[in-house]
């Protein structure tokens, strides 16, 4: 276990000025980039999506409701999957569904998988997971084959509880859940029998926890509601090809209400780390860390003053503040008039003039 005494002499060694992200698209329009430039999905204007590569440029989503979109990706790089916010300017709720459609990566071919929200790619992205907050469900669809199956959450679940979600195997998935008391639990389930068993269950209520997944291992990571005074952990389990998920350990554990926000590399997790917190005035300062899993040492990459989102795409790693995208992990500068050479597909995609 290692308490944040034992490391918060390296809290701020390695904060720096961090290179803001630059490309030749307005931070306002990138829905989604790859990590060398070469495909960039953005928002053309409300309801539009498109993808520019190599100075062509193709519209393949366009309706007449005003939509936003969220793509996701994930470190498997075969698909993405796009949620389609019809009317976010006009309404604003939040447990709507929205649409859910996968497109292969640098394609524009989309296909429609559901309809919910938060979803996430597993397994070589050939499974899909997404969750209908109004039924209170959790999906997980088979891209390939379409076979699909559902959990059903607790029914005292709040309507606002959004499900972490993790696919281990093509039978094995790991999701949260929680009671009307405010106490949440990581629950293991298989999907051929039905049957399922409580890995974790927090001992403190009015808290969250957050799952990411990259080679070898998941983390779970426990972190209090903002207003709420409670400490944070973050347990690692190692993923060696068994679906035997009852050992953890605590690689991180801090008295302080952290905001976490987990983004997890083969090497590190980043997360957001409260330094400071006035709690007469519930006033915090807030700054993402990267935690080291082979010395399990904590260190402060920003010196923002108030960090409160991380931003995952294709590697990279981005912190949102104050209308610009600083980089803590990936290129910066994406601005090179280089033309790349086309892959096979490319040409689908007509001249952007």
Not at 43 to 67: A, C
Request: hydrophobic share 35%; proline share 3%.
């Amino acid at each position: 276990m290692v308490w944040i005494s034992l490391v918060i002499l390296s809290l701020n060694l390695m904060a720096k000025e961090l290179p803001k992200f630059l490309t030749k698209h307005s931070t306002e329009s990138i829905r989604f980039i790859t990590l060398d430039g070469r495909y960039a999905y953005v928002q053309k204007r409300q309801g539009v999506l498109g993808l520019v590569s190599s100075f062509r440029s193709v519209d393949f989503i366009s309706d007449h409701s005003q939509s936003d979109f969220i793509i996701k990706d994930s470190r498997f790089k075969q698909r993405l999957a796009i949620e389609i916010i019809p009317n976010e300017q006009k309404e604003f709720n939040l447990i709507k569904n929205h649409k859910i459609v996968v497109v292969d990566w640098g394609k524009t071919q989309t296909r429609e998988v559901g309809f919910g929200r938060v979803s996430k790619l597993h397994l070589e992205d050939e499974w899909i997971s997404f969750y209908n907050p109004i039924e209170k469900i959790i999906s997980l669809k088979n891209i390939l084959t379409q076979r699909q199956y559902q959990i059903k959450l607790s029914s005292k679940t709040s309507p606002y509880f959004f499900p972490e979600v993790e696919m281990i195997s093509a039978d094995t998935v790991v999701y949260t859940d929680t009671n009307e008391k405010g106490y949440i639990a990581l629950i293991q389930y298989n999907l051929v029998t039905q049957k399922s068993n409580v890995l974790y269950k927090s001992s403190q209520n009015g808290t969250r926890l957050e799952l990411c997944q990259d080679k070898g291992y998941m983390a779970i990571g426990e972190f209090p509601f903002d207003d709420i005074a409670r400490s944070s952990k973050i347990l690692q389990i190692k993923l060696t090809g068994t679906t035997n998920l009852a050992g953890y350990s605590t690689i991180y554990s801090s008295t302080d209400s952290d905001l976490g926000n987990m983004i997890c590399l083969e090497d590190s997790i980043y997360f957001i780390k409260t330094l400071v917190h006035l709690k007469k005035i519930n006033s915090k300062q807030t700054e993402a860390v990267k935690l080291d899993l082979k010395t399990t040492l904590v260190s402060t990459v920003t010196d923002l003053g108030t960090v409160t989102q991380l931003v995952a795409m294709d590697g990279r790693v981005l912190v949102p503040f104050r209308g610009d995208y600083h980089v803590l992990e990936g290129a910066a500068n994406l601005t090179d008039d280089k033309l790349k050479s086309p892959l096979p597909g490319d040409e689908e995609l007509p001249l952007d003039l």
